[in-house]
T-cell receptor, first 113, second 112 residues
Framework: AQSVTQLGSHVSVSEGALVLLRCNYS??????LFWYVQYPNQGLQLLLK??????LVKGINGFEAEFKKSETSFHLTKPSAHMSDAAEYFC???????????FGKGTRLSVIA | EAQVTQNPRYLITVTGKKLTVTCSQN?????MSWYRQDPGLGLRQIYY???????DKGDVPEGYKVSRKEKRNFPLILESPSPNQTSLYFC???????????FGQGTRLTVV
């Protein structure tokens, strides 16, 4: 069964600093990978996805993620944090069939002025 | 506008009183699912459906029922709610394998 591990349930960064949220997956074949963001009292919104095209994926709001097969990782980064980035971020994986998305436990990002 | 609509957004009920949370999508997606979100546990899948009249258990199906009589609707039924079902529930839909899932705004359920 697939699984996703997000290292760090809470990450705190200063405004303008690099954001790095970690995600590792377990899958025997390269899966589809997703990052979602959840703002307070809202549903989940797709940030970006990897579906076996370019390994560096650019998403909305200046976020990007790099798929590294050798490390089974799909870490999310943003060069300069903004106050509006404060939210909960979820990494998710699915295999290549029409199968459920499996989510990590989430990482809450705080941005300090 | 493409969307997944859940109702109600907030619900407080008493133990044992049957309730239904509705979910509807207007994107003609074949795949729909229900998740519950609890602090520190992320999103866990309750049930999913790959097409009309096809449903299957997710990771935490106990105490829940679903039905998929029409492509656009996927209600979640709690026949006899208990306090441990107090949670934030999300409905999601997607077109197929490898595609993104679209989420509803969530239903915050409290069972007292």
């Amino acid at each position: 069964a697939q699984s996703v591990t997000q290292l760090g349930s809470h990450v705190s960064v200063s405004e303008g600093a690099l954001v790095l949220l970690r995600c590792n997956y377990s899958s025997s074949v390269p899966p589809y990978l997703f990052w979602y963001v959840q703002y307070p009292n809202q549903g989940l919104q797709l940030l970006l996805k990897y579906t076996s095209a370019a390994t560096l994926v650019k998403g909305i709001n200046g976020f990007e993620a790099e798929f590294k097969k050798s490390e089974t990782s799909f870490h999310l980064t943003k060069p300069s944090a903004h106050m509006s980035d404060a939210a909960e971020y979820f990494c998710a994986v699915s295999d290549r069939g029409n199968t459920p998305l499996v989510f990590g436990k989430g990482t809450r990002l705080s941005v300090i002025a | 506008e493409a969307q997944v609509t859940q109702n109600p957004r907030y619900l407080i009920t008493v133990t044992g009183k049957k309730l239904t949370v509705t979910c509807s999508q207007n994107m003609n997606h074949e795949y729909m699912s229900w998740y519950r979100q609890d602090p520190g546990l992320g999103l866990r899948q309750i049930y999913y459906s790959m097409n009309v009249e096809v449903t299957d258990k997710g990771d935490v199906p106990e105490g829940y029922k679903v039905s998929r009589k029409e492509k656009r609707n996927f209600p979640l039924i709690l026949e006899s709610p208990s306090p441990n079902q107090t949670s934030l529930y999300f409905c999601a839909s997607k077109r197929g394998g490898g595609t993104e899932a679209f989420f509803g705004q969530g239903t915050r359920l409290t069972v007292v």
